[in-house]
């Protein structure tokens, strides 16, 4: 079974980890720690109860109605289990409790997984960022989720 929680001291260390395994520019185990206590900000882990591993997170940044989010990642022997659909799907619900209602994102412009899952969770592409991503350089595509 997969739990959904909410960054906590308990599961940083894995959520820092995962970054390290995802994202080339991935945010340390100190950024993250500080995100803890950010009333403006919103970072969940998913864990396998059967192993206590965090195999997926992703985070969100709010400002008023819109939220940034951002590091959507899932450890690799764990995907197409709809777990980054489902998470995100409760981040949207944690933001829309705060007053969200918008989400945006960016993502690498070749990326096609990622793309394909924003777009099935209604996420509409809105433009690209020349040159956005560096490590290596890369166009971002621009997504929004707007709530009616
Ligand atoms: C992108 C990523 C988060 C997807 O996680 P996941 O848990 O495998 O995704 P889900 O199982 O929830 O997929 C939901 C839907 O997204 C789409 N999708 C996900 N991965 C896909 C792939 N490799 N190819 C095509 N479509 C894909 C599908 O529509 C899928 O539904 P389906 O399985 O019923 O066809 C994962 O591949 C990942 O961690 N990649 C590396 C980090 C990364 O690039 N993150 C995005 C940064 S912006």
Known sequence: MFLYEKMNDENVEGIALLEKENFTDGWSLESLKEEINNP?????????????????????????????????????????RNIAKDLLTKLFEEGRKKGVKEFT????????????????????????????????????????????
Do not use: C, H, Q
């Open 40 to 80: 403006d900000a919103l970072y969940m882990a998913v864990r396998d109860d059967e192993n206590g591993k965090v195999i997926a997170s992703a985070g969100m940044i709010i400002s008023f109605e819109t939220a940034d989010i951002m590091n959507v990642s899932v450890s690799s022997e764990y995907r197409r």
């Open 105 to 148: 994102l960016e993502v690498r412009a070749g990326n096609e997984p990622a793309r394909k899952l924003y777009e099935k969770l209604g996420f509409v592409y809105e433009g690209t960022r020349p040159g956005f991503y560096s490590n290596p350089k890369e166009d971002a595509a621009i997504y929004w989720l707007k709530d009616n």
